[in-house]
């Protein structure tokens, strides 16, 4: 929406522009900063969402599931390979790992500075192969899925050096954005329960008939032993 003005108040006096003003660019410009949420691992090696679409001075906290897994930067056409090789200071949050029966959840949390694509992905054993992979800002649909592409061929996961590009936290469990697994239960005190005493062997057939034939006749079984 446009509105033709000689200017704009945007508050403590403050006033910008000339001639016709869009106001829906201004209200953006201006508008609070928001924190977008991705889910690292889980039942699956993923991040969710893949994507996220994020204006300067928002922020990304990655919370991390099951398992271990890190938030690592890498080139556009390097799935796999830490950007911190070449770029120092490139993104990297280190290995992060949750347990079930966990009372607080690990994070990661990156400040948005600018809209250009960033390409990150997990560099805990296979996962990156495995499509562990995500882009902020892309600036097509198809730009995470060529970089899965590109992930899934990687002839290896390189691990980044140092955490760098935001801060390592944590947050209690009930804050979390996804369900923890349950803790597994416990084996009853005392340990398992004893096993059935094993039944006696059984005799063999020829045992058995002397058996029976001695309760009948002591004297038949006699002979028979000094035959």
């Known amino acids: 929406m446009a509105a033709p003005s000689r200017f704009i108040q945007v508050g403590n006096g403050v006033s910008i522009g000339l001639g016709t003003i869009d106001l829906s660019t201004v209200l953006q410009h201006f508008a609070m900063p928001q924190v977008h949420t991705v889910v690292v691992g889980g039942p699956q090696d993923t991040f969710v969402p893949n994507t996220v679409n994020a204006k300067v001075g928002d922020t990304i906290q990655f919370q991390f599931s099951s398992g271990n897994h890190t938030v690592t930067q890498s080139a556009p056409d390097l799935a796999c390979q830490p950007l911190q090789a070449t770029v120092p ?4 949050s280190g ?17 948005v500075r600018n809209t250009a694509p960033m390409f990150l992905y997990c560099a805990t054993g296979p996962h990156c ?3 562990q ?5 892309p600036t097509s649909a198809s730009q995470v899925v060529a970089y899965n592409r590109l992930a899934v061929g990687a002839p290896a996961n390189i691990d980044g050096t140092v955490v760098a590009g935001g801060t390592v936290g944590s947050i209690p469990i009930e804050n979390a954005a996804f369900d923890p697994p349950a803790p597994e239960e416990e084996a009853a ?3 398992p329960p004893a096993a059935p005493p094993a039944a006696p062997p059984a005799e063999s057939s020829a045992a058995a008939a002397t058996s029976a034939a001695a309760t009948a006749d002591p004297a038949a079984t006699t002979t028979a032993a000094a035959a």
Do not use: W
Not at 89 to 92: D, E
Not at 95 to 111: D, L, N, S, W, Y
């Open 189 to 191: 005190p005392g340990g």
């Open 95 to 111: 290995h992060i790992p949750f347990q079930a029966g966990q009372t607080t959840v690990g994070t990661f949390t990156m400040t």
């Open 89 to 92: 200071g490139a993104l990297h």
């Open 133 to 137: 992979v995500m882009v902020v800002n």
């Open 129 to 131: 192969q495995l499509g």
